[in-house]
């Protein structure tokens, strides 16, 4: 059972870091608190779906090509409809702003999604047959899904670190009103974290479809997991919002495996309720 809870939480917590990474990238860098996070997140699953089923095209291929949709249309989100609110706001009236707004727009993508693909749960057959791993039965399309999370978390984990695109990014995510000192300029750079954040959404998105369940209405819980990640690792915390996300997805498994499957969000929320209260800076935050 050890080895099973492993592998599986493994699976899921790599899906459920992407989600943090992208959300904390959104709000760390441009500040924005997007409460549609988990609509653009089964956004991406849907189409992934609708490309398999209606025209026979790969899933692998799919979520090759989804990540940079993700980008243009985060970017165009964000130049559109956020710039507006970033121009106008002063002090503490943009998370005000932004969670407003994107809460209208929650409910937008929802009722779209809701149209053209029903209310009923979707899922697809692809690559399910079961691989053998130290005794343990997994389907393949779960250990693909836990690399793509990997290989993507991971490049974009060395980019931050190493790259001068990356020090640009992380330099407005802690000063902003210091980086244009430096010859920044913060409102592009804040589009651009706020495009990469949703092209991780978009990423997360088709590697659920690969091995998920879901429905059109499910959105909000995608969007309440990240948040729940960012915040136990650390809010603006790359390498916490990691960790976090696979942590969460072990302590899932394993309820659900161990205890009652019914009892998982009440174990994630209580974790978070715990988080708050004895750790409010996260579990790998900074005092």
């Known amino acids: 059972m050890f080895v099973t809870i492993l592998i599986l939480g493994l699976v899921l917590g790599g899906t459920y870091a992407l989600l943090a990474l992208g959300l904390t990238l959104q709000y760390g860098i441009a500040r924005i608190m997007n409460l549609a996070y988990g609509e653009l997140t089964l956004a991406a699953a849907f189409i992934l779906v609708a490309l398999m089923q209606g025209f026979g095209i790969s899933p692998l291929l799919t979520v090759a090509l989804i990540g940079p949709v993700g980008y243009v249309v985060g970017s165009l989100l964000y130049t559109v409809m956020m710039k507006p609110l970033v121009a106008r706001s002063s002090g503490g009236k943009l998370d005000v702003d932004s969670i407003l707004a994107t809460f209208g727009l929650l409910f937008l993508i929802q009722g779209v999604l809701l149209l053209v693909f029903g209310p009923n749960f979707t899922s697809i057959s692809y690559l399910d047959k079961g691989v053998t791993i130290f005794g343990v039965t997994v389907a393949l399309n779960r250990l693909i899904a836990l690399g793509i999370c ?38 592009k750079v804040a589009r651009q974290g706020f495009a990469l954040g949703t092209a991780l959404a978009a990423t997360a998105g088709a590697t659920v479809a690969m091995y998920q369940t879901f429905s059109a209405s499910g959105g909000v819980v995608f969007t309440m997991k990240a948040l729940v990640i960012v915040i136990m690792g650390g809010v603006g915390n790359v390498g916490g919002a990691l960790a976090a996300g696979l942590l969460l997805g072990l302590v899932e498994t394993f309820v659900a495996t161990a205890i009652d499957p019914g009892l998982t969000l009440a174990a994630t929320f209580a974790i978070f309720l715990l988080v708050l209260l004895f750790r409010p800076q996260g579990l790998f935050g900074k005092a």
């Open 150 to 187: 990997v290989v993507v978390g991971g490049a974009l984990v060395i980019a931050l670190a190493t790259t001068r695109w990356g020090l640009a990014l992380r330099a407005v995510a802690q000063t902003p009103t210091s980086a244009p000192l430096v010859g920044l300029d913060v409102n």
